[in-house]
Nanobody
Framework: QVQLVESGGGLVQAGGSLRLSCTAS????????MGWFRQAPGKEREFVAA????????YYADSVKGRFTISRDNAKNTVYLQMNSLKPEDTAVYYC?????????????????WGQGTQVTVSS
């Protein structure tokens, strides 16, 4: 089992920045890919970004490309999501996910473990 704990959410004005963190524990040797997803009220969970643990390969949704950056600190078993130029439409609960596939993937069911989520609210 792998446990994921997110932190860093909050309320920010449009144009502002936030950094989310996700720390993994447990059987992390089985994890090859980490991802961030988000879910707004009444909407399906959607992909935001993904990164591989063992190299710098990243993958972003078009809606966040150029504004969000995913990064990792292997020594701390932590993945970050730096969010800049935030927009009201970025408001959602953000979830960290871990998967055993080596392929960077945007599909929800490709990830095996999920965090509890952290709320991000962007005011206009």
């Amino acid at each position: 089992q792998v446990q994921l704990v997110e932190s860093g959410g909050g309320l920010v004005q449009a144009g502002g920045s936030l950094r989310l963190s996700c720390t993994a524990s447990g059987r992390t040797v089985t994890v090859y890919t980490m991802g961030w997803f988000r879910q707004a009220p009444g909407k399906e969970r959607e992909f935001v970004a993904a990164i591989r643990w063992n190299d710098d390969s990243t993958y972003y949704a078009d809606s966040v490309k150029g504004r969000f950056t995913i990064s990792r600190d292997n020594a701390k078993n932590t993945v970050y999501l730096q969010m800049n130029s935030l927009k009201p439409e970025d408001t959602a609960v953000y979830y960290c996910a871990a998967g055993s596939s080596v392929r960077l993937n945007s599909r929800v069911h490709s990830y095996d473990y999920w965090g509890q989520g952290t709320q991000v609210t962007v005011s206009s």
